[in-house]
């Protein structure tokens, strides 16, 4: 005992800090158990702040106490809560207005977290707190998103964790095809990036409803920014009144603008270097686009209408496929316009393949720069792939939209194309 008494003196600073750090992720969590309990009048109180507070520090505790005397001791606390958790759940259930068990594990959790802090484990303590308060905090709306999705949607984000966490380990990591080009683990990457971004946009618009025009351009533009100008074009037609078609085409000029953001976040994940050069033009043009969008909105000093876009759901196997292979073929156009006709063989290639989409264009130039190519190529390549899809919608709006929507909307594909334009004239070497 003496010797044990002599380790026990050894507690240091180190131990203080850990030992508060526990008490205030307890606090944390307790405050939230029981702001959410009293919030729900007729529950009954498992535990509280007090409660939560005071098992995060006997998890710390526990810990210091099993690294002197043995690994036992906190084998025999960790009992103890799940005894304490098992005994409390057994009494509340009885109680028709007690359902879950959400506070239950919560507690397990955080005696955990002091054990945790003990190992140095700070960082992941604090991310596990993290997590688990936003999934606390945030239950009505957890519910009402599970409430929304349907049988498709569900299917659609468990492809996305097959097509990311089950396949890629398997796919080969070799190159073949033509000028040594292709790798599937690389290509299907690449499909996991865009499925995801697209699966997110979607998501978020489902959860979102319809809350202006202007918020469901935005979001639409996530998922497919075509669709949005076909839909609000085809809108315009069949408004009653000429001011729907103003809503309508700042709905238009907003989705063709986010997709300038999503393209640079795309860079972003692929090629640091490349999206520090890159970040600049795409500001720029994002500003003269959502800036033309508020202006539309602000001369009509009126409240933005409320038409939800119907969206597809973006991510299938066939849909998945189908860009792996236009992934592909991208990467040989423009290696075999880049080798038969120099720099503006790849400018003609990225405007070719920005008619139909800009995704696999950016990823692809993307990596080519990453390999040693030319940055400036790639970025010159991905805005005009860019402005090329962007044209592609306006020649939608003139073809579908009404007059009026064509007047207005010309007022916002102007300023995207002019930032563009100017770009190029004064600040790129094309």
């Not at 033509?178 to 979607?202: C, F, H």
């Not at 976040?265 to 033009?281: Q, R």
């Not at 940055?375 to 009026?404: C, H, Q």
Request: charged letters at 15%; a neutral charge; proline letters at 2%.
């Amino acid at each position: 005992m003496e010797f044990e008494a002599a380790k026990l003196s050894d507690l240091n600073m180190d131990h203080l800090l850990g030992l508060l750090i526990s008490i205030g992720m307890g606090f944390l969590i307790g405050m939230e158990r029981q702001f959410s309990k009293e919030a729900q009048e007729h529950e009954e109180q498992f535990a509280g702040i007090r409660t939560f507070t005071m098992v995060s520090m006997f998890g710390f505790i526990a810990a210091i106490l099993s690294s002197l005397i043995g690994t036992w001791i906190f084998g025999a606390t960790l009992v103890c809560v799940f005894a304490f958790v098992i005994i409390s759940y057994m009494q509340l259930s009885k109680l028709p207005s007690n359902k879950g068990a959400t506070s239950e594990f919560a507690l397990l959790i955080t005696f955990m977290l002091g054990g945790l802090v003990f190992l140095g484990m700070v960082l992941f303590a604090l991310i596990v707190m993290v997590v688990m308060l936003l999934l606390l905090t945030f239950r009505p709306t957890l519910h009402l998103f599970v409430e929304k999705l349907k049988r498709q949607e569900l299917l659609a984000i468990i492809l996305f964790v097959v097509m990311s966490a089950l396949v890629i380990p398997f796919l080969p990591n070799d190159n073949f095809g033509p000028y040594d080009l292709w790798n599937l683990k690389e290509i299907w990457q690449m499909v996991v990036l865009v499925a995801g971004t697209s699966l997110v946009g979607y998501m978020i618009a489902k959860f979102m409803g319809e809350r202006g025009t202007m918020i469901a351009g935005l979001v639409g533009g996530l998922v497919s920014s075509t669709s949005v100008a076909l839909t609000f074009s085809r809108k315009s037609k069949e408004a009653a009144s000429a001011s729907s078609s103003f809503y309508y085409a700042m709905g238009i000029i907003s989705a063709c603008t986010i997709m300038f953001p999503r393209v640079l976040f795309e860079v972003y994940v692929i090629n640091w270097e490349l999206f520090l050069e890159l970040w600049v033009p795409i500001l720029i043009i994002s500003i003269a686009g959502f800036g033309s969008a508020f202006l539309i909105y602000t001369f009509r000093k009126g409240k933005p209408g409320g038409d939800g876009i119907i969206l597809k759901n973006p991510l299938d196997l066939a849909t998945a496929i189908k860009f792996a292979l236009l992934y592909a073929a991208i990467q040989w156009l423009v290696k075999y316009a880049g080798e038969n006709f120099g720099d503006n063989g790849t400018y003609i290639a990225g405007a070719i393949s920005g008619i139909t989409d800009v995704d696999a264009i950016t990823l692809s130039m993307a990596k080519m720069a990453k390999s040693g190519g030319d940055s400036a190529i790639a970025i010159n390549t991905i805005l005009i792939a860019a402005l090329s899809n962007t044209l592609v919608k306006f020649m939608i709006v003139l073809s579908i939209g009404s007059v009026e929507l064509r007047k207005t909307a010309f007022f916002g594909f102007f300023a995207i194309f002019l930032t563009g334009s100017a770009y190029f004239l004064l600040y790129s070497n094309f």
